[in-house]
């Protein structure tokens, strides 16, 4: 697949997530965590040159986004998103099925790959980024970047990605946005599936654990009660769930990241077909 067609997935991908009411993260309903949707919006388009670039290795890819990112609008908003992505897009240039592909570009990933998304990891300044045990961001790599990200997978989902090739997104995520429903609700079903299944990961990075496993209990709850309301019903409710999560400083960004991707394996999965 060309570099414009993924950059055109890539994009779309992230104007669908944004497009969403997403509760708890930002989106074009609300913004919130002192961020804005339309600077997600210009952090896509900023970060895609760098992700598509035809042949360059997974670590420069999440490097060359970030420091896009970091110069189009000057914070991180889409750190989780370009480590998730850049795989994925190094995956569709072949022309083999993606799930196939993607295990092989995980494969192959070097020690190399591993310094530039070290040091794109710190370049971001993710919130809650603390110091690991082994295979610290802050310092020189003596691993490949998925001998990392196994090491990390027990705390991390996009970690836990690299190292199940993305179970989750493709057994997980994917088959919720396939809803039936039209607009943004296949998205919304999809972050939803995240939020109420896994404790999101950047959560429990900034709040704890527990807080993290209270926050899945809570919006499986939410989603029980709403089974069957009308959309004007759901859509009161996550506004409200929304404003109450954001006033609480909680941002399920993970949830978020992961959501990206799905959007993002359904629209290659779309130009492959």
Not at 164 to 186: H, I, K, Q, R
Not at 204 to 220: N, Q, S
Not at 266 to 272: D, K, W
Request: charged content about 20%; glycine content about 8%.
């Amino acid at each position: 697949m060309s570099p414009e067609r993924i950059a055109k997935a890539y994009e779309a991908a992230c104007r669908a997530e944004i497009e969403a009411l997403k509760p708890g993260n930002v989106h074009v309903f609300a913004d919130g965590h002192r961020m804005t949707a339309a600077a997600f919006l210009d952090s896509a388009r900023a970060s895609a040159p760098a992700l598509v670039r035809r042949g360059s290795p997974v670590g420069e890819r999440i490097l060359g986004a970030v420091e896009a990112t970091r110069s189009a609008v000057g914070t991180n908003t889409n750190l989780g998103i370009v480590l998730l992505a850049a795989p994925l897009a190094a995956a569709a240039e072949g022309a083999g099925p993606l799930r196939q592909a993607l295990s092989e570009v995980l494969a192959g990933l070097s020690v190399a790959d591993a310094r530039s998304a070290f040091e794109a990891i710190v370049l971001a300044e993710p919130a809650g980024l603390g110091e690991a045990a082994a295979h610290d961001v802050r310092e020189a790599p003596a691993v490949t970047l998925l001998e990392a990200m196994r090491a990390a997978s027990d705390r991390d989902l996009i970690a836990r990605q690299y190292a199940t090739v993305y179970a989750e997104v493709f057994d997980l995520g994917l088959p919720a946005l396939a809803s039936g429903e039209a607009g943004m609700w296949p998205t919304v079903a999809c972050y939803m599936a995240f939020l109420t299944t896994l404790p999101d990961s950047h959560v429990a990075r900034k709040h704890g654990l527990p807080a993290a496993l209270a926050l899945r209990d809570e919006a499986a709850a939410l989603e029980a009660r709403l089974a069957g309301s009308d959309e004007a019903a759901r859509r009161g409710a996550l506004l409200a769930f929304d404003a109450s999560l954001k006033a609480r400083g909680i941002n399920p960004g993970t949830s978020a990241d992961l959501t990206v991707a799905c959007l993002l394996v359904h629209n290659l999965l779309a130009e492959l077909a």
